[in-house]
Every structure is written in structure tokens, then in C-alpha cells.
């Protein structure tokens, strides 16, 4: 996936709309918009640390930092056996990351 690819999965997660592929400069960066508004704002869980904690609060995100790599663990899964996973050294991308794979899944089950 791409960095434009999580942060639109993350934002529909979250339940906004996307107005636009990216801003013109950030590629990570998208504009977003709450459900019926027609102001925009601009969304980039990757880079935003408030975001990305809003991604954690919402979904439940458990993280855990593996000591022998350095890697961030994120998951996020009410079932137990098929729990959605990612890890990277950047704690927002993994976050991002599990909760893309998340949505990803449900759209794909619509």
C-alpha cells in the first residue's frame, strides 16, 4: 500500500469523506471532510500525532514495542484468531497500517 493509500483507508475508517486524492504538496496528506460538511480539512494520520492517537482511542489499537528489533507491534481485532497486524520502527505507521489492513478487509467484504 501506499502512504496515500493508508491515509485514505485510515480516514474512512474514521468515518470521513475524502474530497481529494492529496494536497499539492504532502503526498501523504489528503482533505477530508465529516459526513454532510462541506468544509475540508487536511487529513495525515502519518505524520500527525494527534491523528494517529485518534486512530488508537477509536479502534483500540494494542501496541508493544519488540525489544530485540526496535519494531513497533500494532494490533487491532475483536476476534481473536484473525486479529489485524502490522510493525514498523515508526509507531504512527504501524498504527496507520493495521487500521488500513482493517478497512481494507471490511470494504472488500461489502
Known amino acids: 500500500m ?3 493509500e493508508i491515509t485514505r483507508l485510515c ?10 486524492g492529496q494536497t499539492p504538496v504532502h503526498t501523504t ?3 477530508a471532510n465529516m ?4 468544509s475540508s480539512f487536511e487529513y495525515d494520520p502519518l505524520n500527525d500525532s494527534y491523528q494517529v492517537m485518534r486512530l488508537v482511542q477509536r479502534f483500540g ?13 500494532a494490533i487491532v481485532g ?7 497486524k502490522a510493525r514498523d520502527m515508526d509507531v504512527a505507521r504501524a498504527i ?4 488500513a489492513k482493517m478497512q481494507s ?3 472488500k467484504s461489502a
Open 2 to 4: 501506499t502512504d496515500l
Open 11 to 20: 480516514a474512512e475508517a474514521i468515518g470521513y469523506e475524502c474530497r481529494y
Open 29 to 31: 496528506r489528503i482533505l
Open 35 to 38: 459526513p454532510g460538511s462541506i
Open 61 to 73: 489499537v494494542f501496541l508493544h514495542r519488540n525489544v530485540s528489533d526496535l519494531q513497533w507491534d
Open 78 to 84: 475483536k476476534d481473536p484468531e484473525t486479529p489485524f
Open 96 to 99: 496507520c497500517e493495521c487500521v
Open 105 to 107: 478487509t471490511k470494504q
